[in-house]
């Protein structure tokens, strides 16, 4: 299958002047869709950066970022926000929910934005995701893996082609986590998403299709672990 | 308004208590308004329900002393009715007088002095309008409220002069916050001249009075400047004549100075109450724009936001302000409410409260998307 999403040659430097820092060195990589890729590596090596450039919140220096169609270096902000809205769904790390907004509408919020062609019906996701019987409750009546799968949800309900996670993993228990990423892993494989995550967490990388680590900048193909 | 409604839900403690300080204030403005209306009722509602266009003072008079300081002749009411465009002019005469009924009221009165035949001379709502009889007057509704009666006689002090009331006029006609009675000019004017009953005065009293009251035809222009000239005085509008009023001006200053400041609290207020909000929102703004939420519509929804809130604590302030301003109107104090101040105010509270909100909202534009990634910064 073709590709959703290609970096070529992406470098991103952070800083003017004498003092700058080479957040991303010409870094290259395809994700198709269906697939979960998973980028390691310690923190500051950019990987967040990769994740603000793919998810069309900066535009790098140099090199080019295509999602579908779109080329992300030559449009606008408000293009851009606009790409953001329909083609990509973001997973923060600890879910990053609204408070005020119950579980249910936490799923609905994103279909507020602007009109969304063809979205998932809440109830339905929030049910694929196991938390249906949550729906009314609001963040923090919730666990942080309870938060973390409202979070999948509502990155899920625009059909977005494209899947962004930060670190999914950072406040769980070594189950949960598991539960968590199995849960990625089949969203993405089931509804054909392309789905890029960052993460710390080397238990967790059996149920990713391919593994690059991140070191200063630089981006490299790790063999996928035994599955 | 999805997000801003359920936010106000949600919040409702923090809301709630910018919301009291918005009804609050929304209290003390409608007491304001209704104390402003009765203060210049009670200065001026007597000048306001003349038929007069203007007054033509003597010549250099100081504005905030002319009813009480000017004198002027027959001669200008001559030249002033002789203008283009002027429809009447007649003499008119002011004086603050102290009295006492014969049934042992004491009372201040303005004594307004006007020809029995001329466009001045008041309508009464009860008994007759002003008579031949030199003595009789025609009292304001709110003289009548003190406890005087058709047929009580009252002296004027110190000259003892003895006048009958004849008539009641219908509503409140009051100047300087004091109830007006209406007199033939000729008894005012020695009244003025501090004659007492049977003493003569001089022939020239019969010739003085204070202004010359102007009335326009409908639509025409007088040059003022021409018949001020022609007449040797200076004219003020009736409006502006009301600032000769005494204490009008200070009144109406020092009530507006208190409410301007009301006004600019409330906005700024408002302001740094959504200002700490969207300060405290920033990790969550972030990540709603990151999730592709454009800017319009965060603005649109925490504009709605600020606009409901505003609305909800002004209405129930408003409201609070109405009851309690039923209550003060039935004391003595001045106080008067009028839908129209009372709207303008409500209008001016809210709209100011938003434009607080909306320099706080506008930083939301400054939400850096790039945040909601990364740990919670």
Redesign the interface.
């Known amino acids: 299958m073709s590709p959703i999403l290609s970096l070529t040659d992406v470098t991103l430097v952070h800083g003017d002047g004498e003092e700058t820092v080479t957040a991303l060195d010409k870094v290259s990589l395809e994700v198709s869709p269906g697939e979960l890729v998973a980028i390691v590596g310690p923190s500051g090596s950019g990987k967040?950066s990769l994740?603000?450039v793919a998810?069309a919140?900066?535009t790098p220096t140099s090199g080019t970022v295509r999602l579908a169609d779109h080329d992300l270096g030559t449009s606008s902000p408000?293009e851009l926000?606009?790409?953001?809205?329909?083609q990509?769904g973001?997973v923060?790390?600890?879910g990053?929910l609204?408070?005020?907004?119950t579980s249910y509408?936490q799923v609905?919020?994103?279909l507020?934005?602007?009109k969304v062609s063809d979205p998932r019906d809440p109830a339905e996701l929030l049910a694929e995701v196991g938390m249906d019987h949550k729906a009314k409750r609001?963040p923090h009546e919730l666990s942080g893996g309870e938060r973390q799968r409202v979070g999948i949800a509502?990155a899920l309900v625009t059909r977005p082609h494209l899947l962004l996670v930060?670190e999914p993993t950072?406040a769980l228990d070594r189950q949960r986590s598991q539960d968590i990423v199995g849960l990625l892993a089949r969203e993405a494989h089931e509804h054909d998403v392309a789905a890029v995550m960052v993460t710390h967490d080397h238990d967790v990388l059996h149920h990713c299709d391919r593994v690059y680590e991140m070191i200063d900048g630089r981006l490299n193909a790790v063999a996928t672990s035994t599955d | 308004m999805f997000l801003a409604l359920r936010e106000l839900v949600f919040a409702r403690g923090r809301f709630a208590l910018m919301g009291s300080v918005v009804a609050l204030i929304a209290v003390l403005v409608v007491l304001l308004s209704g104390l402003s209306v009765g203060l210049v009722n009670d200065g001026v509602s007597g000048l306001k329900k003349m038929p007069v266009s203007s007054f033509a003072f003597q010549e250099g008079v100081a504005k905030d002393s002319a009813f009480s300081r000017s004198i002027v002749t027959r001669d200008a009411v001559e030249k002033w009715s002789e203008q283009d465009g002027v429809d009447e002019a007649a003499p008119f005469g002011n004086t603050l007088v102290n009295a006492r009924s014969d049934e042992g009221v004491e009372i201040d009165l303005a004594l307004f002095g006007v020809e029995t035949d001329s466009f001045l001379a008041p309508e009464a709502a009860e008994g007759s309008g002003l008579t031949d009889a030199p003595d009789g007057i025609v009292i304001s509704e709110t003289a009548a409220e003190e406890g005087i009666a058709i047929g009580d006689v009252i002296r004027l002090k110190p000259s003892e002069t003895p006048l009958r009331v004849v008539g009641i006029l219908d509503g409140q006609h009051t100047y300087g916050h004091v109830d007006i009675a209406y007199l033939p000019l000729k008894t005012w004017q020695e009244v003025r001249a501090g004659a007492r009953p049977g003493e003569t005065v001089p022939p020239r009293t019969y010739d003085e009075f204070t202004a010359v009251a102007v009335k326009d035809k409908p639509d025409a222009e007088v040059d003022v400047a021409a018949a001020d000239k022609a007449a040797g005085t200076t004219s003020f509008t009736l409006e502006e004549s009301f600032g000769a009023s005494p204490g009008y001006t200070a009144e109406t200053s020092t009530l507006q100075l208190i409410q301007g400041f009301l006004y600019a609290i409330s906005a700024l207020v408002v302001g740094a109450f959504f200002t700490v909000l969207v300060i405290q929102r920033r990790q969550e703004l972030a990540v709603l724009r990151a999730m592709g939420a454009s800017t319009g519509y965060l603005l649109r929804d925490s504009l709605l936001q600020s606009l409901v809130l505003l609305v909800v604590s002004a209405g129930i302030g408003v409201g609070i302000g109405l009851a309690g301003g039923a209550a003060l109107a039935s004391t003595p104090m001045p106080f008067s409410l009028e839908a129209g101040p009372i709207a303008v105010a409500t209008v001016l509270l809210i709209t100011l409260g938003l434009v607080g909100a909306a320099f706080a909202v506008l930083r939301v534009t400054r939400v850096d998307p790039l945040t909601a990634l990364g740990g919670n910064r």
């Open positions: 967040s994740l603000a998810g919140l900066t408000r926000a606009r790409i953001r809205r329909d990509i973001f923060f790390q600890s990053n609204v408070p005020a907004l509408d609905r919020l994103p507020t934005f602007g609001r509502r930060d950072a």
